[in-house]
């Protein structure tokens, strides 16, 4: 999939005016715009503060970056809504729009579709922002077969007893779907600490710290990119 830029979105980046506490990164992401800039995908099983770290990284580059919307064929839970935190849809449709290729990525949990159209990538990348997509690793053995190049990085928790500690905090998990969650985790680390799978794995077991490395690791990549000139 080939994402056009426009030579005006390029001229609307060099005039762009930076803070002085974010001109680092915003500069070496405006190096990139102009061709555009890779999505960065973040992975790690459901506990070990995703969501955190990138509700951080919206709040202090709320300019920079764009999320992702997926689609989901599961019921809303409350508070959610349809086209923010999710496009809901139905199994029949979602299956016919991933077989007829609008879909980067797809994946089945818990008997309901989760996916990554083509376009929720495109329109963030088109209003000039880096997309960033919270994917499982069927996700993201998938993507890596996309010209997306994408920035990969697995969010660990520092064990799978605190991962359930943490799961079972929340109050929403059943004996079952508890046992069923730490079972799939336990796959995911896996996966998530297999050399070459992805570019950076970060521990999850003081928050501060781990955005301190998450966010030191998108800039030195951004900005090993602009100057390669990939």
């Not at 994946?107 to 083509?118: E, V």
């Not at 928050?207 to 900005?223: G, S, T, W």
């Amino acid at each position: 999939m080939t994402f056009q830029w426009s030579h005006s979105l390029a001229r609307a980046t060099r005039q762009m005016v930076y803070t002085r506490d974010f001109r680092g990164l915003r500069l070496a992401f405006s190096t990139m715009l102009h061709k555009g800039p890779r999505p960065l995908v973040l992975c790690g099983p459901s506990g070990s503060g995703k969501s955190t770290l990138i509700k951080r990284m919206f709040e202090e580059f709320p300019d920079t970056f764009g999320f992702s919307i997926s689609h989901t064929t599961r019921q809303p839970r409350p508070g959610e809504e349809h086209g923010k935190h999710y496009y809901f849809t139905t199994k029949e449709k979602m299956q016919d729009q991933v077989d007829r290729g609008e879909f980067i990525e797809s994946a089945i949990f818990s008997n309901n579709m989760y996916g990554t159209s083509k376009k929720a990538v495109e329109d963030v990348m088109d209003a000039g922002k880096i997309c960033v997509l919270d994917i499982d690793t069927q996700g993201v053995k998938q993507i890596k077969n996309t010209s997306l190049n994408p920035l990969l990085v697995f969010i660990k928790p520092p064990s799978i007893e605190e991962l359930e500690k943490r799961l079972l905090a929340r109050k929403t998990e059943t004996p079952e779907s508890l046992k069923r969650r730490l079972d799939v985790a336990a796959e995911e680390i896996k996966f998530g600490e297999e050399p070459g799978n992805f570019h950076r794995i970060i521990t999850n077991d003081d928050v501060d710290k781990a955005f301190a490395q998450l966010r030191e690791f998108i800039l030195d990549e951004v900005n090993r990119s602009g100057k390669n000139g990939s």
